[in-house]
Antibody, heavy 121, light 110 residues
């Protein structure tokens, strides 16, 4: 069974830093691009960032560029999102999502349940 | 990277057909075939139900269909069923090598 499990969410003060993780199982992790998508409380989906299977290519939404860094450890089958200079508007559930086979990061076929990041003083 | 424009809500009776629009620009919806739709039931994770504008992943009912005219993509659901009640999001690849979602549409089955 393909499974994605996020962790690391927390209550953090504005301006702080946090790293969330996504542990993958049930598929060849290094063969697929991965994504982070967030959903604010009561809000819609917002694409945050994507990374290629090798980790050599990364992509970011303008809202997080320069503050967030996506990375992966293929040996550990784990995806990461390092979040710096956090703002209240970064408060959301952060989902990791796997590439729909053959379509790079354009589509996502398996999603984790998410980890909650709350930015507040 | 402005969100794609979707109606906030649509509704229909069981058995009817409804359509949800998703309007962007020539830099996203109108410029690439990488347009998708996701269904999200309350408390659940999103599910991919349409990709490449008109293609359905394996296992998705053929009551769901996709189309596009210019910068507007549409998702049509025919033969509405109670289980179709959910939030629907469109998503497109953009000329900036990013993805952008629509604001989401709440479908109510009356």
């Amino acid at each position: 069974e393909v499974l994605l499990v996020e962790s690391g969410g927390a209550l953090i003060e504005p301006g702080g830093s946090l790293r969330v993780s996504c542990a993958a199982s049930g598929f060849t992790f290094s063969s697929f691009a991965m994504n982070w998508v967030r959903q604010a409380p009561g809000g819609g989906l917002e694409w945050v960032s994507s990374i290629s299977g090798t980790g050599g290519s990364t992509y970011y939404a303008d809202s997080v560029k320069g503050r967030f860094t996506i990375s992966r450890d293929n040996a550990k089958k784990t995806l990461y999102l390092q979040m710096n200079s956090l703002k209240a508007e970064d408060t959301a559930v952060y989902h990791c999502a796997k590439e729909f086979p053959g379509y790079y990061f354009y589509y996502m076929d398996v999603w984790g349940k998410g980890t909650t990041v709350t930015v507040s003083s | 990277q402005s969100a794609l424009t979707q109606p906030a809500s649509v509704s229909g009776s069981p058995g009817q057909s409804i359509a949800i629009s998703c309007t962007g620009s020539s830099s996203d919806v109108g410029g690439y075939n990488f347009v998708s739709w996701y269904q999200q039931h309350p408390g659940k994770v999103p599910k991919l139900i349409m990709y490449d504008v008109t293609k359905r992943p394996s296992g998705v009912s053929n009551r769901f269909s996709g189309s596009r005219s210019g910068n507007t993509a549409s998702l049509t659901i025919s033969g509405l069923q109670a289980d179709d009640e959910a939030d629907y999001y469109c998503c497109s690849y953009t000329s900036s090598s990013t993805l952008v979602f629509g604001g989401g549409t709440r479908l109510t089955v009356l």
